[in-house]
């Protein structure tokens, strides 16, 4: 019975710059729009936002800001 239906092509992946993962990011960290409103509104996947939220967080944690700098050498 399967092997008469048609396969189904695999969805394309999608490919998003650094740029715009890095607007995203902003935009749902300045607090302009939650996440379910900014999946909605570029149609993105949610688990892709989520994501980019979370390598963001790892990437400024990795990072010491020019405040934990300054605060070390006082």
Known sequence: MMENMPKKKPR??????????????????????SVPEVVKDFDLPETAVRLWLAQADESHQLRPSR??????SS
């Not at 394309?12 to 729009?33: H, N, Q, S, Y």
């Open 12 to 33: 394309p992946r999608w490919r998003f710059t650094a740029d715009f993962k890095a607007e995203i990011v902003e935009m749902c960290l300045r607090g302009d729009r």
């Open 67 to 72: 405040t934990d700098s300054t605060a070390l």
